[in-house]
């Protein structure tokens, strides 16, 4: 029912909207003016035809083909078009991501049920259309854009990992990276998730067995060194992806937090070393997501650069000020949830308790984003020449509003980040795909 419902729910923003959309804009919009006449191009049979100003492969334009192959029969049967050719109009191009973002917003909903499985269908369902709501992907469900194509396949590609689907996931993620090339970044993250899963599960499995003997040995009795193994369990920063409602207290959330600080490199000890002893099962697993590393690299070399078209404006940088600018655009995206009474006392009690501890994270995430903002925030060419763009203004208006403006947005930065660092699930992950593109081009 929840998978269902999602879907409706997102289709009755998405089908009107588009037809509005399709009205007062019908001609290509923006970066719609390269996107529609290369897919067009691909219609007409034309596959060697290339704009030289795109900078992505081909994938969305191949997507295209195939619905727009489904409506030709009937289009043809009415006399509604008489080519196949005629059928790739604008619209029709853009309700290709108006299917996809409804698509994606099931995937979503049942990655929110895969990682948090005692939430009850409503609430997941609410989760799920919340996340399709968010600004920077809604606003791309309505145009001719790889973002929607290329969210959708790196969702899929995460779900079929959450799945143990390992095979089905590198194909999806070659598939992404075919859409957006920069997506073989979330390729290798979500392999490393996928390592660390199958870490944790196996060791998990080994201390219930070791428990199990145990208890039996001392003819069921609960021994110390079986309750330190609970307690130790129940200190994983991975325990199934659940967290208990009830830990939106304070006192859970600051003995949530200390357990998790305190226990970070024993974990990342155990991982590596349970990873090594597992390296065979491992690679047999994910050597399809190190074919597709090794063809990325190949492709990069003999191109001479990560984008197809327009090098010289797409030269990678370190962008770090980027990750920045997210913390505080997703955390006011979020604004009930975060910016409340409930969440700051939460931090600050959390600070409390641990004075020593968080006045160290605070000072280092301070240090960062100085350093992050003075010497790594790179105002794109097209940033500066677009005035269609939100972020022109933003970054006229804003951030260059004085010289000292974008160290005075420091601590916002800090708490959105230190707030943000709190959320489980797949919010984060939707936003910082959603970013992480424009972090290396």
């Known amino acids: 029912m929840g998978r269902v419902a999602v879907a409706v729910i997102v289709s009755l923003w998405v089908i009107p909207i588009s037809i509005l959309v399709n009205r007062i804009v019908p001609d290509p919009f923006m970066d719609e003016i390269f996107h529609v006449p290369q897919a067009q191009q691909y219609c007409k049979g034309n596959f060697r035809s290339w704009d030289p100003?795109?900078?992505?492969?081909?994938?969305?334009?191949?997507?295209?083909l195939a619905p727009v192959a489904s409506l030709f029969p009937a289009m043809f049967?009415?006399?509604?078009?008489?080519?196949?050719?005629?059928?790739?109009?604008?619209s029709v191009l853009r309700s290709v991501n108006g299917v996809l973002a409804v698509l994606c917003s099931i995937i979503m909903y049942e990655i929110i049920i895969h990682l948090r499985p005692i939430l009850d269908g409503r609430k997941a369902t609410l989760r799920a259309v919340v996340l399709a709501l968010y600004p920077l992907h809604w606003f791309f469900t309505f145009l001719y854009y790889t973002d929607v194509a290329s969210l959708t396949a790196v969702l899929a590609m995460y779900l079929a990992c959450l799945k143990k689907k390992y095979q089905l996931s590198a194909l999806l993620g070659t598939f992404a990276v075919v859409i957006r090339q920069t997506n073989i970044i979330w390729m290798v993250f979500i392999a490393c998730t996928g390592v660390i899963n199958i870490t944790l599960a196996h060791r998990r499995s080994v201390e219930k067995v070791d428990e199990s003997h145990e208890s039996v040995r001392k003819n069921g009795h609960l021994t110390p060194s079986s309750s330190a193994t609970v307690a130790s369990n129940l200190r994983k920063r991975k325990s199934k992806g659940i967290v208990e409602e009830d830990d939106k207290s304070m006192l859970s959330t600051s003995i949530y937090s200390a357990t998790q600080t305190s226990g970070l490199l024993d974990e990342i000890h155990d991982i590596l070393l349970t990873a090594w002893h597992?390296?065979?099962?491992?690679l047999c697993s994910f050597s399809p997501f190190f074919l597709a590393l090794v063809a990325f690299f190949t492709f990069v070399y003999w191109n001479g650069s990560v984008v197809l078209g327009a090098k010289e404006a797409h030269a990678v940088s370190p962008h770090f000020a980027q990750i920045m600018y997210f913390n505080l655009v997703s955390t006011l995206a979020v604004a009930p949830v975060h910016l409340t009474m409930g969440p700051a006392k939460r931090l600050l009690w959390s600070f409390w308790k641990n004075k020593l501890l968080s006045f160290f994270q605070v000072l280092v995430a301070f240090i960062t984003s100085f350093l992050s903002v003075h010497f790594f925030s790179i105002a794109h060419p097209y940033l500066l020449a677009d005035n269609r763009h939100y972020p022109f203004y933003l970054w006229r208006k804003v951030i260059k509003a004085h010289w000292s403006m974008k160290y005075l947005l420091v601590?916002?930065?800090?708490?959105?980040?230190e707030n943000s660092k709190e959320d489980l699930g797949v919010g984060i992950f939707l936003g910082?795909?959603?970013?992480?593109l424009f972090l290396l081009l």
């Open 53 to 64: 100003m795109i900078t992505t492969p081909p994938g969305l334009y191949y997507l295209s």
């Open 77 to 90: 049967f009415v006399q509604a078009v008489s080519s196949f050719f005629e059928v790739c109009s604008t």
């Open 278 to 282: 597992m390296k065979w099962d491992i």
């Open 411 to 417: 601590p916002l930065y800090v708490y959105s980040w």
């Open 432 to 436: 910082y795909r959603l970013q992480f």
